[in-house]
């Protein structure tokens, strides 16, 4: 029943994000060929293998060639470069996308070395994830329910915005639009701190040497859900580190300040305050929209 | 097939975790009667609606007098006026024991007002919860497959110690015992600290008042699975942070020195530093034992 959004679609980056994106796309029914590449030759065969890509290769050339929407989903530090042999092969016309978790310093980039390739570049960061990589760990229900933020700039193409829109509602999320700005700001807050308080804390807990156990093996459920961010892929975690270093930096700072505003309350006892700190918490983290089926 | 450990067992307090063990011991086959009472009344005749509890009250004294031992699930900071109300009507020898997530201050406490009455006490915590509270929350898988963890003290009698070992056994949990101090520290670092920080997120970026919208609404299930544990009960938790101070503190101190090393790598833009601190992360988070199914 669906109709085809566009023939051809490239993959640059076949893992978690770029290969549920193509399982989904072609569960969907919105892509005729799905091509694909990725840096690391045995992630691309697996991918391939598994059914996530049509067709792999066999050189970045061929498989950007024919694409009519190539979609970037490589590590935010390495988009410039491989923007740039992408671009080099490109059809005119053609539309260039990316999943960067940080917009302002990858839509800067890419941005105007796609103009000078003509062609049409979207921003876009779709909000979902696990801590888990590679192709095994894709799935086609990856972007279901969840948001995708595009980010549009007065030099983006309209028609290659909706064309982007459409196939990002086409794997089941809902599409909001900001500029990169805002973006990296929500993002710093809502994903990019608690990863850096996750890695801290279990760094810190790791390295707590007054017994001679592992005292993580004491751990329960609580502390696994906590932590499990703290698994994601290094690397990728780095570079957004150091690209949205700014808004980042912010965040840790209000962050920094009322955990030391609740280490006081700690020291001084003082009950009523602890209180409503934890109330407010509770209360925040509650009225969360779209509850985990699970949490009931 | 299982052998009856005690024949009257009274839970006080019959919440998630009073009531969870109730239902456990129940299962096993392993106590004849399961008396209750509970501060709350609603909830206490909750749990003798759900079958948690085979008989509630009418009063404290009348579902203590014939206990054979008698557990207090109730927070932290109303131990003490709890245990005295209870001791005054427990049989002499019987056995009272506790489930606090704090056990210096608890101990410490209850001890000696259970020897003052002829009462066998044994400190008890086991490592299992959800962020959700009351009889309705309770289940008998609670604390399959978890550690539960007993602080005798040189006062403690070594038959009481083996029935209360004997009781979380049954229930499915493994039994660790160390001393009270040991407890306090271990459960600041993987309990009592993620619970600070979780409350701290929520508090810092709900605060975030850059856009009119509400941030948490762009938030995935990372943030959520991270933010679970700040939903769980201020009371609960206003009294853990006020009787484990020292080690809290002390935990709170050594996260924020590893957050500050982040933030100084991040404003630096220290590549090499951050992966290695990110990877060191992964590397313990990923080895912890026994991890969740779900996670693969």
Chains 1, 2 share one sequence.
């Not at 310093?105 to 105007?112: I, K, Q, R």
């Not at 040497?209 to 780095?238: C, H, K, Q």
């Not at 912010?250 to 020291?267: P, R, S, V, W, Y």
Request: aromatic residues 6%; proline residues 4%.
């Amino acid at each position: 029943m669906s109709d085809v959004i566009v023939k051809n679609i490239s993959i640059i980056g076949v893992g978690l994000i770029g290969g549920s994106f193509a399982l989904a796309l072609k569960n969907a029914k919105v892509v005729e060929t799905v091509f694909g590449w990725d840096a690391n030759h045995e992630n691309l065969t697996l991918a391939e293998q598994l059914g996530i890509i049509d067709r792999a290769g066999p050189s970045l050339t061929d498989a950007v060639k024919d694409a009519d929407v190539v979609l970037l989903a490589v590590p935010v530090g390495s988009m410039q470069a491989v923007a740039r042999s992408v671009l080099a092969h490109m059809k005119s016309g053609s539309i260039l996308t990316d999943t960067g978790s940080v917009k302002q310093t990858v839509v800067g980039s890419l941005e105007p070395l796609a103009i000078e390739s003509d062609v049409l570049f979207v921003g876009g960061h779709p909000i979902s994830g696990t801590e888990r990589s590679g192709a095994a760990a894709a799935f086609k229900e990856l972007y279901q329910d969840k948001r995708c933020i595009l980010t549009p700039t007065p030099n983006t193409n309209s028609t290659a915005l909706a064309i982007v829109e459409r196939l990002w509602c086409a794997v089941g999320s809902e599409v909001v639009k900001m500029d990169v700005v805002k973006h990296d700001r929500i993002l710093a807050a809502i994903s990019h701190l608690p990863h850096m308080i996750a890695y801290s804390l279990v760094n810190s807990v790791s390295c707590y040497d007054r017994y001679p156990e592992n005292i993580l093996d004491f751990s329960a459920g609580g502390f696994r859900d906590f932590t499990r961010i703290a698994s994601s892929d290094p690397v990728m975690w780095r570079d957004i580190a150091l690209t949205n270093r700014e808004s980042l930096l912010e965040m840790i700072t209000q962050f920094e300040q009322f955990l030391a505003e609740l280490k006081q309350d700690i020291d001084r006892g003082d009950m009523e305050r602890l209180f409503t700190f934890f109330q407010q918490s509770k209360i925040s983290r509650d009225a969360i929209l779209h509850p985990d089926p699970k949490e009931h």
